[in-house]
């Protein structure tokens, strides 16, 4: 598997996750009998976090062997 392919799973995973994200907000924001807020919070932080990690790969591999390519100082050794 090339980089550029790993940064189509990269970008794809990530629009999962924005998803859920987005559906996770709704259900916090409508409430219900059976949401818990503290537990819809933590869900939602930890898969923002994920999101961006992935959104970051997907850019990272899909440039990676640009010439002036800055690449992020977080996957950078």
Known sequence: MTLKEMSVQYRAQADRLRVRIGELT?????????ADPDQLELRIRMLSAMWREARDLAVLTDRYYE???RRNVRYTI
């Open 26 to 34: 709704l259900l916090l924001e409508e409430g219900g009998p059976d």
């Open 67 to 69: 010439r002036g390519y």
